[in-house]
């Protein structure tokens, strides 16, 4: 091993805005000490960390024109629950953009409120 992973860094227009989103979804601690890095912190010490960017460009995802840099899944325990979490994370200001299917495994994705696409997952774990 060379080295362990410190965290994983979005970049973004508004760190402390996006930073608030991803809290809301992961229950994490949030750290907007720094307008500019913003960090949240799992109970077990994983990071997720956002970056101003202020010239960035978000992804559109599908197109691979502008393509989506990265993405985040996130597991829903059961297909049941698929709905209930679309709901909230669209009213934290998430955008749907597609729905895989599948009545026993797959993902809804979603853009973040700065662009990036993530993964509402079921039927996964």
Known sequence: MIATLQCTVVDCPDPAGLGRFYREILGWELDESDPEWVTLTSPEGFRLAFQLAPDHRPPRWPDPEHPQQFHLDFDVPRRADVERAREQVTALGA?????????????????????HPFCLCYGQM
């Not at 953009?97 to 700065?114: E, K």
């Open 95 to 115: 955008t749907f953009l597609h729905d895989s299917g599948g009545a026993h495994r797959g993902h809804l994705v979603f853009a973040d409120p700065a662009g």
